[in-house]
């Protein structure tokens, strides 16, 4: 017998672990991805024998939804994060200076008179971005190349910046990390401001090397040391691929939690759902997986408290 669609209640003002249980019952469309979603993830933070990898974009740490991020890896339910070098950007400029709320219809040409980005519907002050960044990035990497230092993998650069960032900064990703020793990896380094500041320093330190291949090192320990792995994969790029190739190498993921809004149908790596991983060998055939679609700064933070507050009780 199928399995009947049951109408959803809330007039009883149920808690969101309760809401999204009733949202799987209830069906609907991408309500029931959701909540099977919830589910996995759940699951997920639960397993303290997975190694868990978190892959994202950095355009969501330009937005409030870097305190969910920063809250996951400091409570130790991150083993691992992937990610782009606008990350590394956006926490360092955001940890010393803000960011603003704006909106998506703004005159561009209007912004760039008066020196302001604009980040979507987040608005940018100039000087809170590239001059912060710049002049962070020179003292950590005098203080670097003053200590001896002459080779950097991302991991070790991210910890440099994590360890610089004030312990006062709590929502920062970066802090986080350097905290609770989570290796930050960036596989495309020189694509943003962090990685810009690296290359103008090189200029005058031409021995220093960027080590990515001890980023890829610590990669392989990770994902053959593992007994299982997961990974919640935000948005797509270089980091969801970074992400799923190196566990290719191991048979593939046990559990993978995509939250994308891109299309499948375009052939992009942003929009592959979990099953066609499967056939590349990144996901195990019979691995948990589930893929929601939506905008991962309205789902994540509520799919987050949903299941810690599940683990809570």
């Known amino acids: 017998m199928a399995r009947r669609v049951e109408d959803l209640r ?14 799987e019952a209830a069906g609907g469309f991408s309500a029931k991805q959701v909540a099977e979603g919830v589910d996995l ?5 639960a397993d303290r024998k997975m190694t868990r990898f978190l892959s994202f974009p ?10 969910v991020l920063a809250s996951l890896v400091r409570d130790g339910y991150v083993d691992a994060v992937i990610t782009t070098c606008g990350t590394l950007d956006h926490d360092l400029a955001r940890s010393m200076r803000p960011y603003f709320h704006g909106a998506w219809d703004l005159d561009d040409a209007a912004l760039h008179r008066r020196h302001l980005h604009r980040l ?5 002050p100039e000087a809170n971005y590239g001059p912060t960044i710049e002049r962070a990035m020179r003292r950590i990497l005098r203080r670097l190349w003053a200590s001896g230092v002459r080779s950097l993998s991302t991991q070790a650069l991210a910890r440099a910046i994590g360890e610089a960032i004030p312990a006062s900064a709590t929502s920062s990703l970066l802090r986080a990390a350097f905290e609770r020793g989570v290796p930050v990896i960036v596989p495309g380094i020189t694509d943003g401001a962090v990685g810009s500041q690296l290359w103008l320093f090189w200029q005058d330190h031409r021995d220093l090397v960027v080590d990515l291949f001890a980023d890829e ?16 994969v935000l948005g797509g790029g ?13 048979g593939g993921l046990d559990a993978a939690l995509y939250l994308t809004t891109a299309v499948e149908w375009d052939g992009s790596l942003s929009g592959a759902r979990t099953r066609e991983a499967v056939s590349w060998g990144k996901l195990k055939p019979r ?5 929601v679609e939506g905008d991962i700064t309205v789902l994540f933070p509520l799919m987050v408290t949903a299941a810690l507050e599940r683990l809570k009780r």
């Open 287 to 291: 691995a948990r997986h589930t893929n």
């Open 238 to 250: 270089i980091s969801k691929h970074h992400t799923i190739w190196w566990n290719q190498f191991r």
């Open 217 to 232: 090192q610590s990669l392989s320990d990770l994902v053959f040391d593992a007994s299982r792995t997961g990974a919640i």
């Open 10 to 23: 809330i007039d009883d003002a149920p808690g969101l672990p309760e809401l999204f249980r009733r949202m």
């Open 41 to 45: 993830l759940t699951r997920m933070l």
């Open 58 to 67: 950095a355009d969501i740490v330009a937005t409030g939804t870097r305190g």
């Open 120 to 124: 979507g519907n987040v608005v940018i």
